[in-house]
């Protein structure tokens, strides 16, 4: 149960970053492929279906950091057995 709540835990961060810093990144990363001649309809639609992909990409990678992260914390909190 323990292992769910760090992956949660990375997700959140990670979808929260994600969404502070996404237009930023999109704006200055990517070029719409569309013309932007009156209609910004076209590169709208096209900036959000990107920042969505973004965040699906930042709930995913959270949550393997999550996990990574709750493994790591697990092995070190164990008392040594040798006596």
Known sequence: MR???WAVSGAIILVTLITWTGPTLISWWFTP?????????????WSL??????????????SVLGLT???????SNRPSSAQ
């Open 49 to 62: 279906r990107r920042f969505q992909w973004a965040q699906l990409a930042g709930l995913l990678l959270g």
């Open 3 to 5: 292992s769910v709540w």
């Open 33 to 45: 492929p569309v013309d932007t001649l009156f209609n910004c309809k076209g590169p709208i639609e």
């Open 69 to 75: 992260a709750s493994f790591a914390f697990k092995k």
